[in-house]
């Protein structure tokens, strides 16, 4: 089976997230894409984020009616910070071999993945599948490969979806008293009031 993983912060999970999930799903025939809620995010360390009981609950909410989608909550069971490394390691451990990962990346995280916890490692266990995110440059996967030796065979490059949608933004917009009723599945605003 073909399955795919979408890691992050999901503070809160928003629609373009799951606009992702369903376009690459559909575009590679993916059996399902697992949302793997970030329980101590390394590279946001120094960011103030929602207690991870919360992010998980959003996305149970956002996730509930869509066959297709399945929460995992081992980062946030994880303790000490993630890596996705890690956390693709148990999940190979957890699905068996015979299971293939996709791994679901903004343009903006191809671009950081030299910095992350063993590159060279991660991609040898999983594809990458990189999509658009408004306001940052396609990665430069010639420079990425003499980083990462061997990375674009893994790399596969979706154009789309193109939906300009921050977490940040949400938050900001919630804070100032403002509607978020276009951005985020109705549950997850509920939760949010």
């Known amino acids: 089976m073909n399955i795919g993983v979408l890691g992050g912060t999901f ?11 369903e376009e690459v799903r559909s575009q590679l025939n993916l059996a399902e894409v697992l949302f793997v809620p970030a329980g101590q995010p390394w590279l946001k360390a120094d960011s103030p984020i929602s207690p991870a009981e919360h992010r998980v609950n959003m996305v149970r909410l956002a996730i509930a ?12 069971e994880r303790p000490g910070p993630t890596y996705t490394v890690d956390t693709m390691a148990e999940l190979q451990t957890q699905l068996g071999a015979e ?10 995280n191809l671009a950081e993945l030299p910095r992350w916890k063993e590159p060279s490692r991660l991609i040898t266990m999983c594809r990458l599948v990189v999509v658009p995110r408004p306001g ?34 949400i938050r900001k917009r919630v804070a100032q008293g403002l509607s978020i009723h276009h951005l985020v599945p109705e549950p997850v605003e509920r939760y949010i009031r």
């Open 11 to 21: 503070d809160p999970i928003h629609n373009a997230h799951l606009a992702v999930a």
């Open 65 to 76: 009616d869509k066959p297709h989608f399945r929460l995992s909550t081992m980062e946030v």
């Open 99 to 108: 299971n293939d990962l996709f791994l679901i990346l903004g343009w903006d």
């Open 136 to 169: 940052y440059p396609c990665p430069d996967l010639k420079a990425l490969e003499a980083l990462i030796p061997g990375l674009s065979q893994r790399v596969l490059l979706l154009d789309k979806p193109k939906i300009d949608i921050s977490a940040s933004e």
